[in-house]
């Protein structure tokens, strides 16, 4: 059964959150949206490589404390410090500039105090969107939500993206794809997040290839942002589905590069649920076919895609070795979700990863 049937009977949230988005106005944007704030005391947080990129945009702002100390997946002892350096310096306002890495560092920061986030997204990850946080311990990665976490307002700029390198620019974009396919039919799937997501999609479609063809374009790169707030505020409403459960022990258990897994994985997850979710396999393919990609099917669609934009393929070439398949499908199994379209054993799970870690035809796996 699709967990979204088009009964139109939903309990939807709709998170509080302030939405900027315009070409070459992060400047403009940042420094309205602190004065909004009435902030004196800003943290400026940016890895190293975009921390040139965030005094640029955070020129007119009172930064009182630059911190570029950020880690994928947001080890504790990394917030940690992150913390410690917000208290010292009194300050009442943090900013990020960067991907998923850097909102995560800002979340972990307002989540023990309380701190409101400007957040300046420089990839298609989507963190920005969400109240959801992931911290690391040793090689457990820890997520929850709360609603302190969840930034006040965002800053889309796409010029921002221009820099991101197209290898990157496709698994990010893939990676806010996942979150619209996911969202169809995660567990709180509700027809306002499924419009979302069919949005998303479509707009995704659209805009990758044009950055592929041209990493410059900037139009592309609009497109593609505006599908990963989309598709953040779909997976924000609708929760972890089973793609989500499935990246997340790959991403924590194996340190495998997050964009690229769910990239990856993507395509397996659909050919496993999609026979039973006829209602997200139609939006998926109409929204592929909306955009110009050849989709007589959802998975046709999206394989089509991927191999437009030569995406991330097996698991393999991220280091996930086959001999790990049998320990990874018991840690995912427990978290599949109760609402997945349809019931999922540990076979189908050793069968889903053995097939995305040799990147074999997803319509063949199952
Ligand atoms: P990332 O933030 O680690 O960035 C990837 C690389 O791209 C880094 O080397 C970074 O320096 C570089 N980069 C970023 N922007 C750039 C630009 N404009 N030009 C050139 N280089 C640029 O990767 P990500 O995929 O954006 O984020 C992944 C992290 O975000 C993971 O930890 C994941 O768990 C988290 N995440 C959280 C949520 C949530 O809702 N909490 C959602 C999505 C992702």
């Known amino acids: 059964m699709d967990s979204y049937n088009g009964d139109m009977r939903f309990v939807h949230d709709t998170l509080p959150q302030r939405v900027a988005f315009g070409s070459g106005e992060a400047a403009a944007s940042l420094r309205a949206e602190i004065r909004n704030l009435g902030a004196t005391r800003v943290m400026l947080i940016a890895a190293k490589a975009e921390m040139h990129l965030a005094d640029t945009i955070a020129r007119d ?30 300050i009442d306002a943090l900013v990020s500039v960067g991907g998923g890495s850097t909102t995560g560092l800002a979340k972990a920061v307002a989540m023990t105090s309380g701190l409101p986030i400007v957040a300046v997204p420089t990839t298609y990850a989507g963190s920005e969107a969400t109240p959801v946080w992931g911290l690391t311990e040793g090689a457990k990665k820890t997520t929850g939500v709360d609603p302190r976490v969840l930034p006040r307002v965002i800053v889309y700029d796409a010029a921002l993206t221009l820099s991101l390198p197209v290898d990157m620019s496709v698994a990010s974009g893939l990676n806010a794809l996942a979150h619209c396919v996911d969202s169809l039919w995660a567990p709180s799937a509700d027809p306002v997040n499924a419009a979302f997501a069919a949005e998303g999609i479509r707009s995704l479609a659209s805009g990758l290839p044009r ?14 942002l505006y599908a990963a707030y989309l598709s953040a505020a779909a997976f924000a409403s609708a929760g972890s589905g089973l793609h989500h459960k499935i990246c997340h022990v790959l991403g924590g258990k194996y340190n495998l590069p997050h964009a690229q897994t769910h990239a990856t994985v993507l395509p397996y997850v659909l050919a496993l649920n999609g026979p039973a979710a006829p209602d997200a396999t139609r939006r998926i393919a109409a929204a592929f076919g909306g955009a110009g990609v050849d989709a007589a099917s959802a998975l046709d669609g999206l394989v089509a895609l991927k191999r437009e934009l030569n995406a991330p393929r097996a698991l393999a070439d991220y280091g996930f070795t086959e001999d790990s398949i049998p320990e990874a499908a018991a840690a995912i199994l427990p978290s599949v979700p109760p609402s997945n379209p349809r019931p999922v054993t540990a076979e189908d799970l050793q069968a889903l ?3 995305a870690w040799s990147g074999e035809d997803p319509a063949n796996a199952f």
């Not at 080890?75 to 410090?81: G, H, I, L, Y």
């Open 211 to 224: 950055i592929v063809a041209d990493p410059m374009d900037l139009d592309g790169r609009e497109h593609a």
């Open 61 to 90: 702002v009172p930064v009182a404390l630059r911190h570029d100390d950020v880690v994928m997946h947001v080890p504790v002892e990394v917030a940690e410090r992150a913390r410690e350096a917000a208290a010292a310096h009194d």
């Open 353 to 355: 990863l053995r097939a």
